[in-house]
T-cell receptor, first 109, second 113 residues
Framework: GQNIDQPTEMTATEGAIVQINCTYQTSGFNGLFWYQQHAGEAPTFLSYNVLDGLEEKGRFSSFLSRSKGYSYLLLKELQMKDSASYLCAVRDKDYQLIWGAGTKLIIKP | NAGVTQTPKFRVLKTGQSMTLLCAQDMNHEYMYWYRQDPGMGLRLIHYSVGEGTTAKGEVPDGYNVSRLKKQNFLLGLESAAPSQTSVYFC????????????FGPGTRLTVL
């Protein structure tokens, strides 16, 4: 079967750095996405990786290792507004998105 | 531009009742999706459409039907609601390119008693 694993919850301090990991086992691979979802709201797109390596976008970076079936989302200079769930999703061989259950990130002052 | 909108935002049904959820988009995207999101689980695909007049089953299609008569609208129907269908339903759209992200509507919170 297809599976995406992420930690359920993480806590970090305002101004710090946090890394959210995602491991996957899917039927084929056509890219990995990270989305942010604030409580009660819709997911919004953060990043996309299809080749190995690091993609940087401001305070957010995403890394991919296809051989290890592994990705992480790195958030720097954490702000209170970063408190949200972070969803990892993999596009499989049929180009469907397979979603992880999400990591709830709690930021403390 | 409104982007992706969903109607209604909230609904309470009794077991056995029927209803239709409407997703509308003004982004001219070819692909449209219906997902459900339950606590502790990832988004699960119910049905999707790759263009006007087409529909296909996703991971959890049982108990739901869909129609895409116009490119901008994607309807999700529950013929006979069950408590197991209590969930938050999200519609999403995407251009035809595989590398593009999906854009989500605000969601419909459905409770079936």
């Amino acid at each position: 079967g297809q599976n995406i694993d992420q930690p359920t919850e993480m806590t970090a301090t305002e101004g710090a750095i946090v890394q959210i990991n995602c491991t996957y086992q899917t039927s084929g691979f056509n890219g990995l996405f990270w989305y942010q979802q604030h409580a009660g709201e819709a997911p919004t797109f953060l990043s996309y990786n299809v080749l190995d390596g690091l993609e940087e976008k401001g305070r957010f970076s995403s890394f991919l290792s296809r051989s290890k079936g592994y990705s992480y989302l790195l958030l720097k200079e954490l702000q209170m507004k970063d408190s949200a769930s972070y969803l990892c999703a993999v596009r499989d061989k049929d180009y469907q998105l397979i979603w992880g259950a999400g990591t709830k990130l709690i930021i403390k002052p | 531009n409104a982007g992706v909108t969903q109607t209604p935002k909230f609904r309470v049904l009794k077991t056995g009742q029927s209803m239709t959820l409407l997703c509308a988009q003004d982004m001219n995207h070819e692909y449209m999706y219906w997902y459900r999101q339950d606590p502790g689980m990832g988004l699960r695909l119910i049905h999707y459409s790759v263009g006007e007049g087409t529909t296909a089953k996703g991971e959890v299609p049982d108990g739901y039907n869909v129609s895409r008569l116009k490119k901008q609208n994607f309807l999700l129907g529950l013929e006979s609601a069950a408590p197991s269908q209590t969930s938050v339903y999200f519609c999403a759209t995407q251009t035809g390119e595989a590398y593009n992200e999906q854009f989500f509507g605000p969601g419909t919170r459905l409770t079936v008693l």
